[in-house]
């Protein structure tokens, strides 16, 4: 079973600052299927990167993400006061199909 | 506009069952594979199962397995999930959410979601 473990669990920053989340698999994950979700409060998840690095449709470019293997980081390059929010990776393969981390919550500091 | 709404979510006693529907619309329905996440109060996102585009391939999360069934009627455009022996670790709000094709191939991800129905399992 692969378990995605994501860090840290919450991290302050401020606006304008730059934001680095990082996503560590137990095995080797497919960049095809590593994505990056954002979640605010009372809301469903929102599908932020696909791919391990490509920009779902509608998504600024001050999102991006990189990595492979077992080591994914999800970079906000400036903060803006809408992106503090609770961000899951999730990844696609063998049993179970579909695993998430337990989420990095992102707090104005 | 492309959009999931779920239905059917309640409050249900411990072995008790529930039948959760998701009504889609704005896309083909039948093109795409489709999944049920779920969320606990206060909690992360647990994946709990997927279909294929044409219902015959199906997946299950170890913790609902030979509990929960879903499945798909592509002519109503909806997805279900038959929920049976519930117990109060499947109190959660119960997501349907799409995954995205992208030149027919699926991204195994998930970029559609409805708003969620509420799950509760209690005496």
């Known amino acids: 079973e692969i378990v995605l473990t994501q860090s840290p669990g919450t991290l302050s920053l401020s606006p304008g600052e730059r934001a680095t989340l990082s996503c560590r698999a137990s095995?080797?994950?497919?960049?095809?299927?590593l994505a990056w979700y954002q979640q605010k409060p009372g809301q469903a998840p929102r599908l932020l990167i696909y791919?391990?690095?490509s920009r779902a449709t509608g998504i600024p470019d001050r999102f991006s993400g990189s990595g492979s293997g077992t080591d994914f980081t999800l970079t906000i390059s400036r903060l803006e006061p809408e992106d503090f929010a609770v961000y899951y990776c999730q990844q696609y393969g063998s049993s179970p199909r579909v695993t998430f981390g337990q989420g990095t919550k992102l707090e104005i500091k | 506009q492309v959009q999931l709404v779920e239905s059917g979510g309640g409050l249900v006693k411990p072995g008790g069952s529930l039948r959760l529907s998701c009504a889609a619309s704005?896309?083909?329905?039948?093109?795409?594979?489709m999944s049920w996440i779920r969320q606990a109060p206060g909690k992360g996102l647990e994946w709990v199962s997927y279909i294929s585009s044409s219902g015959s391939t199906i997946y299950y999360a170890d913790s609902v397995k030979g509990r929960f069934t879903i499945s798909r009627d592509n002519a109503k455009n909806s997805l279900y999930l038959q929920m049976n022996s519930l117990r109060a670790e499947d109190t959660a709000v119960y997501y349907c959410?799409?995954?995205?094709?992208?030149?027919?191939?699926?991204?195994?991800?998930?970029?559609?979601w409805g708003q969620g129905t509420m799950v509760t399992v209690s005496s």
């Open positions: 791919g391990a690095s």
């Open positions: 704005g896309f083909t329905f039948s093109d795409y594979y």
């Open positions: 959410a799409r995954d995205p094709l992208l030149g027919g191939a699926r991204l195994a991800s998930f970029d559609i």
């Open positions: 095995q080797s994950v497919s960049s095809s299927y």
